[in-house]
């Protein structure tokens, strides 16, 4: 079992390492409260807590005022990978509150896609200026990201897109979205273009089609916003220090991704596995594991109700919260790493974790290459069977 974790998903392009987001990120983690949700909404006079009852659950939500727009989805992950919440923004319904195990594979094995940036994006959010919370439709202005250079355009429409782009002399990058910023400027809208392509101009008047990355399934509906620049990098990153087994980069990372933290047991423990397993789970667990003088529960309430409940679901424990789904990519591979072997996969380039010595993509790791070697071992066997075939017949 591993340690839990509390992951904060940022819903819109957040960078966790500098800049007015890493800001409001202090500025959240001061305030927070354990709630489930944080609104950063500069028009915030003070800050607001609310919440409503979802089943046996409250379901609490704060405001904090910041520079920017965004909202964190707190989610806590026990040992075993149960959420809690267990579904929402960010989780696919297809796991049932449950973290595929190999996420970390398929995350290193993901391939980015490029789709048209947007300029705005409408969104419930909280309206809490007057007495009572009241959601409303807002409407969110997004800046365009920065500029990635880009090299001339090949005869056959290729291009290539890189940082740093050596006119910059910089040295090595660790934060290309900052980098970008101070060394090439910010670009901003170019509002007098008539093209349904947003285009995005910067300070010299250069133009820059605007564009998001985002992944296939499930990483298209876990960073609901797409994927900047910094995410692609730590990707690449993520994808060096596996297959050369650099357990040291990858510390540093999960110093900068995560940071120790505290919460609850009811938090972190006992609600992901009330929705993984329900209240009979949650009340064996709370009766066996976590306290065996706590007698038998027959249900929840009697379980909450109970003298010692406060002491031991709601006293402060430390688990790990990781900044983005990055964060967690960073500490799961930082497990993995010390206990299996990553190599490549010598037929399709996948990175794979397994036993020592592998060399091939299994039939969940890459479905594709697992069946294209096995047809190819069949058709193999066959030209061997019939050539033995032949002989025989030969003899005769
Ligand atoms: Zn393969």
């Known amino acids: 079992m591993k340690i839990p974790v509390q992951l904060w998903l940022p819903l819109l392009n957040f960078d966790f390492l500098s800049g007015p987001s890493s800001r409001d ?14 609104w950063l909404l500069p028009e915030a006079s003070a800050d607001v807590r ?4 979802i089943g046996p659950y409250s379901f609490h939500e704060m405001a904090v005022q910041s520079e920017t727009f965004n909202v964190l989805s707190v989610i806590h992950v026990d040992g075993e990978g149960n959420c809690f919440p267990s579904a929402g923004e960010h989780l696919l319904e297809s796991w049932g509150g449950r973290l595929p195990a190999d996420l970390l594979t398929q995350w290193l094995n993901q391939k980015f896609l490029i789709m048209p940036g947007k300029k705005k994006i409408k969104i419930s959010a909280p ?6 919370v009241k959601y409303k439709q807002r409407t969110v202005d997004l800046s365009p990201g920065p500029a990635l250079p880009t090299s001339q355009l090949s005869d056959d429409g290729k291009f290539k897109m890189a940082w740093p782009d050596g ?3 910089l040295a090595r990058s660790v934060n290309p979205e900052e980098e970008i910023k101070e060394y090439r400027g910010v670009p901003r809208w170019d509002t007098a273009s008539e093209s349904n392509f947003p285009l995005a101009v910067d300070a010299e008047g250069k133009h820059y089609f605007n564009v998001w990355l985002t992944g296939s399934s499930p990483f298209d509906k876990m960073f609901p916003s797409g994927l900047n620049l910094n995410a692609v990098h730590q990707h690449a990153a993520m994808k060096r220090a596996a297959t050369k087994n650099d357990v040291a980069s990858v510390e540093r990372w999960v110093q900068k991704m995560t940071i120790e933290a505290s919460t609850t047991l009811e938090a972190s423990y006992l609600t992901p596995v009330f929705e993984a397993g329900g209240s009979e789970a949650a009340l064996n667990i709370a009766t066996n594991r976590i306290n065996a003088s706590f007698g038998s529960f027959k249900t929840w309430q009697d379980l909450v109700k109970h003298e010692d409940y406060r002491k031991v679901f709601l006293s402060p424990v430390k688990i790990r919260r990781c900044y983005g ?7 799961e591979l930082n497990h993995l790493l010390g206990k299996r072997e990553a190599t490549i996969c010598e037929l399709c380039g996948n990175v ?9 993509c299994g039939q969940y790791e890459n479905p594709d290459c697992f069946h ?25």
Do not use: P
């Open 25 to 38: 990120l202090q500025r959240a983690q001061e305030k927070w409260k354990g709630e489930h949700r944080i």
């Open 50 to 53: 609310w919440a409503c009852q």
């Open 127 to 132: 309206d809490v200026s007057g007495q009572k």
């Open 167 to 169: 006119e910059s002399r």
């Open 325 to 331: 789904w990055l964060g967690y990519f960073w500490l």
């Open 352 to 360: 794979l974790f397994g036993k020592i010595g592998k060399r091939f």
């Open 372 to 396: 294209s070697r096995r047809a190819a071992d069949v058709s193999r066997h066959r030209r061997r069977w019939k050539k033995s075939a032949d002989g025989l017949r030969g003899e005769k």
